[in-house]
């Protein structure tokens, strides 16, 4: 990771102003398995605290570990009675039958790389390149994500580079090649930048 941070201070001085502010890297990784990318569709439009409540009821009424045969043992309106919507259950249902089918594999997704993860990921109902991209630098421990789509980001940018309006995904890739290979730890200092305290 030192390596990964030399590279980022010596290419963009904004990120390195943001480095000594932010201090040391801490990212929090996650398991790139099902539970995982289920707690990321929980979690789409809602705040963590929100969030962390239904994933929690969810876990419980699953029996604890979040699995695709357990989820599909659930009733549908048993998914909705923690907190789910209609929509959130039918996309944590169409990804447990992908993965129990295997159309989803968590193991070979680890191997692919990050196009195809994406391409495999965006089938299931509700998983957007977005949570990909996420599942990408939390999950897989990708180093070279930029996720063009994230709000955060995009803020993050406007404030740090003093621009006028949100960039664009295509003016995000432009600065972003100063930071290639390490685009997915330039994005979490800037995440950081805007949001100190988010458990990222």
Not at 3 to 28: C, K, N, T, W
Not at 152 to 175: D, F, T
Not at 179 to 199: F, G, H, M, Q, T
Request: charged share 25%; proline share 5%.
């Amino acid at each position: 990771m030192k390596e990964a941070i030399h590279h980022l201070r010596q290419s963009d001085p904004i990120l390195s102003e943001i480095i000594d502010r932010v201090g040391e890297y801490q990212i929090a990784f996650r398991e790139p398995d099902f539970e995982t990318l289920v707690k990321s569709i929980v979690f789409q439009q809602l705040s963590g605290r929100v969030a962390n409540v239904i994933f929690a009821r969810l876990a419980k009424a699953a029996g604890e570990k979040v699995t695709p045969e357990r989820i599909l043992k659930l009733r549908p309106s048993r998914m909705r009675a923690v907190g789910l919507s209609t929509q959130k259950t039918a996309y944590i249902r169409d990804l447990a039958r992908h993965a129990r089918d295997g159309t989803v594999d968590f193991e070979v997704l680890r191997e692919l790389p990050d196009g195809e993860v994406i391409e495999r990921l965006t089938q299931v109902k509700g998983v957007g390149v977005w949570t990909v991209h996420m599942f990408l630098i939390f999950a897989l421990r990708r180093t070279d994500v930029l996720p063009v789509g994230d709000l955060g980001i995009r803020n993050a940018i406007r404030k740090a580079y003093g621009l006028a309006e949100l960039p664009q995904p295509s003016e995000m890739e432009v600065l972003a090649e100063r930071w290639r290979p390490y685009c997915s730890v330039a994005s979490w200092y800037l995440w950081r930048s805007v949001e100190p305290n988010a458990n990222l």
